[in-house]
Structures are given as structure tokens and as C-alpha cells.
């Protein structure tokens, strides 16, 4: 079972990445937009000299420009909130004393390089890098995080 801190540490960790679930989210809504792009050329034209049925043809192009507008009211969003995401993050990263905390840190939280890369580009071994990411963890301050939201 994890003491108090790994549990902390864990969850801060979870707070720090909750900027790549958001782009992950973000990358699938421009894939489901491209797709329903490619889906445009392949509807079929109107035929004007038949009845219309509201409603009745759900691959019509109308039906398809709603879809990709919700796609990408949708996108927007998450845009924005990403982009407010990270400026909340850089924030706390920003309040951390050590500068090769805060290095590490954007490295790996804000720019989500690779932890071999971090150690080649900081010239740290592996367990330096464990090192200063704990002390690191130590340092940053959550508020929501003791209130029990995260």
C-alpha cells in the first residue's frame, strides 16, 4: 500500500498530465473532422424534382456540415481549455525554486519529451532524473489537490 506521499506525488503527477489526455482529445476531433471531409465527396446530389422529406437523409450534406460544425465548436473548445491548461500548469512549474526542477518539469509535463531524452539533454542519469522529479513533485503546490478534486 503507498504512504501519503507517493499517493500525493501520484496524484499531482495525474494533474500534470491531464494536458496530453486534452491533446489526445483534441487530435482525434481533427481525425473525425477529416473524415467526415472525405465522407462530403462521397454524398450524392440532391435531386430537386423529387419530394423532400425533412430530416430523411442522414448522410446529406446539410447533415454533414452540422456534423462537422459541432466537430469543430468542439475543437475550439478544447483548444481553449488546453491553452488555459497549460498556462495553469506553467504556473505551478514557474513556482518551483530549483531551475533544473522547473527544466525537467516543462520538459516533460508541458513539451512531453521522453524521460531518455530529459536525461541526455539535462546529461543526468536515470536515477538523478528519479531524484529531481520526486523533489520536484515535492515542490509544486495544487490547491484542488487537497481539497479532494483530483
Do not use: C, F
Not at 504512504?3 to 483534441?26: H, V
Request: proline share 1%; aromatic share 10%.
Amino acid at each position: 500500500m503507498r504512504d501519503k506521499k507517493e499517493r500525493i506525488a501520484y496524484k499531482k503527477i495525474r494533474y500534470l498530465e491531464r494536458i496530453r489526455d486534452l491533446e489526445d482529445s483534441i487530435q482525434e476531433l481533427h481525425e473525425q473532422i477529416k473524415d467526415e471531409e472525405a465522407r462530403k465527396t462521397r454524398v450524392k446530389a440532391i435531386d430537386y424534382s423529387k419530394e423532400q422529406v425533412k430530416g430523411g437523409n442522414k448522410s446529406s450534406w446539410e447533415a454533414m456540415i452540422d456534423r462537422v460544425d459541432r466537430y469543430i465548436q468542439k475543437l475550439l473548445n478544447a483548444i481553449i481549455e488546453l491553452t488555459e491548461m497549460k498556462e495553469e500548469v506553467l504556473d505551478l512549474i514557474m513556482n518551483v525554486e530549483n531551475t533544473k526542477y522547473k527544466h525537467l518539469l516543462i520538459m516533460r509535463y508541458i513539451r512531453w519529451y521522453s524521460w531518455d531524452y530529459i536525461e541526455k539533454k539535462m546529461d543526468i542519469s536515470q536515477n538523478t532524473r528519479l531524484k529531481y522529479h520526486t523533489e520536484a513533485l515535492s515542490e509544486i503546490y495544487i490547491p484542488d489537490l487537497y481539497k479532494g478534486r483530483y
